[in-house]
């Protein structure tokens, strides 16, 4: 596709509901991110993946976290029994190569969980 | 602690203005990189420094990257309502896999 393109972009969850968040990156884009992002803060690293490889899951908050890319392309990050803390905004990011000349963000889910 | 620290956290401008906004650290990088994000949508790549006391310039914003390549700035010359949206600054944390990191922005409101 043209862009890294998230799903989906809101989601409401109940305390304790399970939430799948997917992001679909730019075709061939080898390096993929995700980031966590609260109210009026800079984006968090959660995990990082190259092709289909979780290089570096650092950080994820809590095993409650889990996040896959099982063919290299399509990422989904899982949250199981969510928590009000782990409302925010969740971005994807893509790149080409390690993503020394910068990434390609996609607009983001926005997790509410009430 | 924040790998990266940037400063103002908020600012707010008249339309013609010019500002800068900060990004400093301790550690030394190997390239560092500027965003844009607007409300609702992820950051939008602006520039890459690679080179200790690079200047690159991009219309209206000129950023450098310090000598020892711990800092770097942002210059807007002639601020536009445009330019409104949060300033990130990032860049890897070297010898730590490849955790990429991010400041917690600038905040700048352009007024018309």
């Known amino acids: 596709g043209a862009g890294v393109s998230q799903s989906p972009r809101y989601k409401v969850a109940k305390r304790g509901q399970d939430v799948a968040l997917r992001c679909d990156p730019i075709s061939g884009h080898v390096s993929l991110f995700w980031y966590q992002q609260a109210l009026g803060q800079g984006p968090e690293f959660l995990t990082y993946?190259?092709?289909?490889?979780?290089?570096?899951k650092s950080g994820l908050p809590s095993d409650r976290f889990f996040a896959e890319r099982p063919e290299g392309s399509v990422s989904t990050l899982k949250i199981q029994r969510t928590q009000q803390e782990d409302s925010a905004v969740y971005l994807c990011a893509s790149s080409l190569d390690a993503g020394v000349e910068g990434y390609t963000f996609g607009s983001g889910t926005r997790l509410t969980v009430v | 602690t924040q790998l990266l620290e940037q400063s103002p956290q908020f600012l707010s401008i008249q339309e013609g203005e010019n500002l800068t906004v900060y990004c400093n650290s301790s550690s030394v990088f190997s390239s560092l990189q500027w965003y844009r994000q607007e409300p609702g949508e992820g950051p939008v790549l602006l520039v890459t420094v690679v080179t200790g006391g690079e200047v690159k310039k991009l219309k209206r914003l000129t950023f450098q990257f310090g000598d020892a390549r711990k800092d770097s700035s942002l210059h807007i010359t002639a601020a536009q309502p445009g330019d409104t949206g949060l300033y990130l600054c990032?860049?890897?944390?070297?010898?730590?896999?490849?955790?990429?990191?991010f400041g917690p922005g600038t905040r700048l409101s352009v007024l018309p």
């Open positions: 990032a860049a890897f944390r070297d010898n730590y896999g490849q955790n990429f990191v």
């Open positions: 993946f190259q092709n289909e490889a979780q290089l570096d």
